[in-house]
């Protein structure tokens, strides 16, 4: 009978430990936003695999399978960007396996990227008690990346100096590729800096809006059309706030960040 009773008291418990691990969460989509001016705040980080995914899975959930289809990274840019490279781990696992979720979504169109942010204001619209009344989210425009960059006086990067590193103690600001000066020739060190391609967002120090990423990672389309703030790819003359590159196509180099604009408080 005791014995009985311990094997029901096992039973309703992994029940509710089940039912426990399988409740929703409630995620507060503003809750990584930082106020740059008035009414107008960014996120503190590049929308990541698990962020995007999240979008694809409702997306399937309410049947809307064409945008699905149209919205899904274009994961074979991995080997066709880089013909020369063992790449095909990263199509098949970058965007999908759990061990990149917080990485930063790449090879998404910039109409991928602006159905996202139309999909995260429809969600914040519906939440119960958002903190704001109404709010748009969307991609910058160039301008307003720049001012989100937020450089020193007199310089052109968030941080002081024009290295990719803090000289005095050797810390990396960024996720970009370094040029080996000791070899002969053009050769680059992608590791340098504990990173191959992309890297966990957050992982470097932020500017002093609190935003990270703005230089390097990935770097970030824009409403305008043009990408800023170079990538893991991008040596630290190629990010520097006041350059731009040209965005033609889906790219591993290449991610997003969102803004909200405030409608009403």
């Keep these: 009978m005791k014995s009985r009773k311990i094997t ?9 430990i089940v039912f426990s691990a399988s409740k929703p969460k409630k995620v507060k989509l503003d809750s990584n936003f930082k106020e740059v001016s008035h009414r107008f705040y960014a996120s503190a980080y590049e929308v990541t695999n698990k962020e995007y995914r999240l979008y694809l899975s409702d997306l399937k959930q309410h049947n809307q399978l064409e945008e699905y289809q149209r919205n899904l990274p274009d994961t074979a840019q991995w080997v066709k960007a880089f013909p020369n490279s063992f790449n095909q781990p990263f ?11 917080q990485y930063p979504v790449v090879n998404v169109s910039k109409e991928a990227a602006s159905d996202y942010c139309k999909w995260l204001t429809n969600k914040y619209d519906s939440q119960e008690k958002p903190k704001f009344k109404k709010v748009t989210f969307r991609l910058p425009t160039e301008q307003e990346w720049n001012k989100m960059a937020s450089v020193l006086p007199g310089h052109n990067l968030p ?4 290295f990719a590193y803090e000289p005095n103690d050797n810390k990396f600001c960024a996720n970009v590729k370094f040029e080996d000066k000791l070899s002969e020739g053009e050769n680059y060190d992608y590791t340098l800096d504990g990173a191959l391609t992309t890297m966990l967002v957050g992982n470097y120090k932020p500017n002093k809006l609190g935003l990270y990423d703005i230089i390097g990672n ?12 170079g990538s893991w790819f991008n040596t630290i003359e190629e990010c520097v706030v006041n350059k731009t590159q040209n965005f033609n196509a889906p790219d591993p180099r290449v991610g997003f960040r969102v803004v909200m604009m405030i409608e009403e408080f």
Excluded at 91 to 101: L, N, R, S
Excluded at 222 to 228: A, E, F, L, R
């Design 159 to 162: 941080w002081y100096g024009n």
């Design 8 to 16: 029901v008291l096992f039973l309703a418990l992994s029940t509710l």
């Design 218 to 229: 990935v770097a970030e389309l824009t409403s305008t059309g043009v990408i800023k703030g």
């Design 91 to 101: 199509c098949e696992k970058y965007f999908w396996h759990p061990g990149f979720d």
